[in-house]
């Protein structure tokens, strides 16, 4: 399974654009990009998930480069609600969900 | 609202006593799965249920004991538990093939168990 690598901590105001960057520099061809975002003492929850190039939805967006080693995920105008933790999974193997530290993200007033 | 609701919310323990965690998922899926979250530490997967068959099991110490009785429901059944058990228990659902295999999928967790061990 890919290993992800990203910030640990990030700080940021209420009204910026945050974009967090993942580090994956073994993906496999056959491997999904995927962010899930958690607060404290609740379950994940997923944000968006892609393959290659842009994924937009109602919540934030994904940018990942040709050669897919990184990927940004990209949050538009947080808000204090937005402050949690962001894991960056990358895989394919269905239901092996693979969790690293996490980036946490303190937004600000 | 994530359509996956855990009981109890909270529970502490005796290392001698025996107690079951129950997850109920009411989203159709067909694969259910238990995780462990401890201070500061990144989710652990410890079990995998797909139709109903257990199809992982990542190392998990015996005196953790799975049962999944249907999709909709599944159990983590404690016993002489160790206070390096306390964590927040994840359960988690989604929606595999109908033939069984699990795809990658998106999860939906439920709000979790705080498990405090004496």
């Known amino acids: 399974l890919a290993k992800t690598t990203q910030p640990i901590s990030m700080d940021s105001y209420e009204g910026q654009e945050v974009n967090i960057t993942c580090s994956h520099n073994?993906?496999?061809?056959?491997?999904?990009i995927t962010w899930y975002q958690q607060f404290p003492s609740q379950g994940p929850r997923f944000i968006i998930q892609?393959?290659?190039t842009k994924v937009t939805n109602e919540v934030a967006s994904l940018f990942i480069p040709a050669d897919r080693k990184s990927s940004t995920l990209s949050l538009p105008r947080v808000s204090l609600s937005d402050t949690a933790v962001y894991y960056c999974?990358?895989?394919?193997?269905?239901?092996?969900?693979?969790f690293g530290q996490g980036t946490e993200l303190s937004v600000k007033p | 609202e994530t359509g996956v609701t855990q009981t109890p919310r909270h529970l502490v323990m005796g290392m001698t006593n025996k107690k079951s965690l129950k997850c109920e998922q009411h989203?159709?899926?067909?694969?259910m799965y238990w995780y462990k979250q401890s201070a500061k530490k990144p989710l652990e997967l410890m079990f995998v249920?797909?139709?109903?068959?257990?199809?992982e099991n990542n190392s998990v110490p015996s005196r953790f004991s799975p049962e999944c009785p249907n999709s909709s429901h599944l159990f983590l059944h404690l016993h002489t538990l160790q206070p390096e058990d306390s964590a927040l228990y994840l359960c988690?659902?989604?929606?595999?093939?109908?033939?069984?295999?699990?795809?990658?999928?998106?999860?939906?967790f439920g709000p979790g168990t705080r498990l405090t061990v004496l």
């Open positions: 249920y797909s139709l109903e068959e257990r199809v």
């Open positions: 989203l159709g899926h067909n694969a």
């Open positions: 999974l990358v895989g394919n193997q269905g239901g092996k969900l693979i």
């Open positions: 073994n993906i496999a061809t056959n491997d999904y």
């Open positions: 988690a659902s989604s929606q595999g093939t109908t033939s069984g295999t699990l795809s990658y999928n998106e999860q939906f």
């Open positions: 892609g393959y290659k």
